[in-house]
């Protein structure tokens, strides 16, 4: 556990209007860095007078954009609130997996947690997992877009009535396929996957998109992922280069494939009873931090796609490669028929006009 009560490095605050931060978000995108919106990351200031203290729980490790997203979300809040509010930081699933921290929301037991929306899909409501769809966002500049959306707009609407609050969407993660290349052998097309045992998360909508291209998935938690691959449980793992990194995948791998197959949407969370039983103040509080915090780690994200391939290249003579998309897109996207009764067409292609 964390315990985070901070003070962003920055007397600036931001406008957490709907125009303001769709046009930092969209910034961020195009420039791939927090700074260029003035975010700061958080500076770790402690204090014994809160008079209320939530947790935060996630799945990955302390370099993470989960991570980042808890600790600039304390620090906003603590400044916002002037060290009212003490948020707990729990990384690692010490609180349990994704979908359990999901449910805990859910039940009150959790006050945040920031899961994909696959994951969240799984708990609260189907349609959540619209944007694990693969290509179905195409860019990070699209996926910016994705808070001030009509999409999220009505997954709002039906997370609340499930009891749960959606404070922000975030861009976390663009996924790739990070895996041991056997004998040389690289992925350059989607024929090179047929056969190959693939990590994935507890998803229907992962297993399929694998499927299709003649893999094998195999689903398993976060937490386990190392040793999967230590183990040679499995021959590659669908992620993406900051939360691989956060937990050194970079050990146990010697090969990136860039599909860049899906822009991972997670989505920052709470429990809308004791949301609505906090003062105004402190709900609004809550509010703004968790969209600047969601731009904040959309940024260092960003970041570590453009670094990390060339750190890994250097470092660990990892191997990256793009290999031809068309089969990908062609097979992956085959799928969609299938979840559009659960999705819903509508929702769909307001997610594909974003």
Known sequence: ???????????KTIDATRRTLLTASVALAAAGAAATIGLARPAIAQTGKAKIIA???????????????????????????????????????QLGSTVEMVQ???????????????????????ELGV?????????????????????????RERAL???????????NALRNLLYTAKGGKMINRVEDVEGMKIRVIES?????????????PTPIAFGEVYTAMQQHVVDAVDNAF????????????????????????????????????????????MQTAAREASIYQQGAVMMDDIKLPKLWAEKKNIRTTVPDRSGFITKMTSIYPQFAKKYGADLMELTQKI
């Open 161 to 171: 009535k499930k009891g749960v609050r959606l404070l922000a969407f975030g861009p």
């Open 204 to 216: 229907p909508v992962d297993v399929a998109q694998w499927k299709a291209c003649g893999a094998l």
């Open 1 to 11: 556990m964390t315990t985070i009560i901070a003070m962003p490095n920055t007397s």
């Open 104 to 126: 805990a929301v859910q039940q009150g037991t959790l006050e945040f947690a920031f899961p994909s929306g696959v994951l969240a899909g799984s708990v609260i409501t189907p």
């Open 242 to 285: 900051n939360p691989g990194a956060g937990i050194h995948l970079d050990d146990v791998i010697n090969a990136v494939a860039l599909t860049n197959h899906r822009y991972e949407i997670d989505i920052f969370m709470t429990n809308e009873p004791w949301f609505a039983s906090l003062p105004k103040t402190v709900q609004e509080a």
């Open 55 to 93: 947790k935060y729980g996630h799945d990955s490790g302390p370099t993470s954009g989960n991570q980042l997203m808890g600790e600039y979300f304390a620090g906003r809040v603590a400044q916002l609130t002037d060290g009212d509010v003490a948020i707990q930081i729990f990384p690692n699933s």
């Open 131 to 155: 944007f694990g769809l693969p290509y179905l966002i195409k860019s990070w500049e699209q996926a910016t877009r994705v808070e001030f959306s009509q999409a999220a707009d009505l997954l």
